[in-house]
């Protein structure tokens, strides 16, 4: 059964920093890419960062955001610093099968960037 633990969202004034985690079981994760993505309301859902091997970011998070993993913990973390209040965002995680093409999603963590 596959299954994800998430944490590290909440509310956050601007220019401050956040650390998302997203553990995962059920599926064998060091075969799996792991992205983040954001939803924010009334917009679409967007890939925020992705860690296939090589890390990649959105224009409006690179230099901000990091992604990272650890294939022995079946963990990924996104840390976020420098926050805007345009982060704010339920923030996903997503991991896909490197040969299945498989996808699995977090249920998605909220982040409120907010003075």
């Known amino acids: 059964q596959v299954q994800f633990v998430e944490s590290g969202g909440g509310l956050v004034q601007p220019g401050g920093s956040l650390r998302l985690s997203c553990a995962a079981s059920?599926?064998?994760?060091?075969?799996?890419?792991s992205h983040w993505y954001r939803q924010a309301p009334g917009k679409e859902r967007e890939l925020v960062a992705s860690?296939?091997?090589?890390?990649t970011y959105a224009d409006a998070v690179k230099g901000r955001f990091t992604i990272s993993r650890d294939n022995a913990k079946n963990t990924v973390w996104l840390q976020m610093n420098g926050l805007k209040p345009e982060d704010t965002a339920v923030y996903f995680c997503?991991?896909?099968?490197?040969?299945?093409?498989?996808?699995?999603w977090g249920q998605g963590i909220q982040v409120t960037v907010s003075s």
């Open positions: 860690n296939s091997g090589t890390t």
């Open positions: 997503n991991f896909v099968g490197m040969i299945t093409r498989r996808s699995y």
């Open positions: 059920g599926f064998p994760f060091s075969v799996y890419t």
